[in-house]
């Protein structure tokens, strides 16, 4: 099975760690490049997106990554890692960078102060078996997508999961749910990119 790896600078690592082991593949987490290039696909968690961006930019990761993620490496943001994957965030903060790779604009915290937490059915296309119990934590979501990206799922109006090739983003966290079938299909995506 492939080796995949977790960016392990913030969040919920240990959790993505424990799906991708559920949904069958071996696991790595990944602080430094020399790990970054050792994997075959590359998880970024849910967390908080301007620490993992300034934190990648001081580990001298940003731009092995953006390497990678160009040159076909199959990747998977949740939440915080989805705005990672996205090529624009709409209200980004002063310096936060992306590694981007999807054609979409993300915007933060999107659902509300409110809001800041809750769970829904979603229905997620790529996903077989019924929807999946999507877990929003002050989640982003999709402003807009360009003609590349493929929009896989759907709350409120706005794109809350997207595919772009070999690339894969869900505002929510199915990390958390305890079922692995986002994180199989990300398995497969890596398995195909072999
Ligand atoms: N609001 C966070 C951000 O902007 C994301 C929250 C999460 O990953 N649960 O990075």
Redesign the pocket.
């Known amino acids: 099975s492939p080796l995949i790896g977790v960016l392990a600078l913030q969040?919920?690592v240990r959790e993505h760690l424990a799906a991708l082991t559920g949904a069958g593949a071996r696991v790595t987490a990944v602080r430094r490049p020399e790990e970054l290039a050792e994997v075959e696909g590359l998880v970024i968690?849910?967390?908080?997106?301007?620490?993992?961006s300034k934190l990648a930019h001081a580990f001298g990761l940003l731009e092995p990554l953006r390497a990678r993620v160009r040159s076909g490496m199959p990747a998977y943001g949740?939440?915080?890692?989805m705005?990672m994957l996205a090529d624009k965030i709409l209200d980004p903060r002063s310096g936060q960078e992306t590694v981007g790779g999807i054609d979409m604009i993300v915007r933060?915290?999107a659902f509300g102060r409110q809001n800041e937490s809750f769970e829904a059915a979603v229905a997620m296309a790529g996903v077989p078996g019924g929807p999946v119990d999507g877990v929003?934590?002050?989640?982003?979501w999709v402003e807009s997508t360009g003609a590349l990206a493929e929009t896989l799922a759907v709350h409120r109006g706005h794109p809350v999961a997207v595919r772009q090739d070999h690339l894969l983003a869900t505002a929510f966290?199915p990390e958390l749910t305890g079922d692995h079938r986002v994180h199989a299909l990300f398995a497969d995506m890596v398995r195909t990119a072999r």
């Open positions: 969040g919920d968690p849910g967390g908080e997106s301007t620490t993992i949740s939440c915080a890692g705005i933060r915290n929003f934590i002050r989640a982003p966290h």
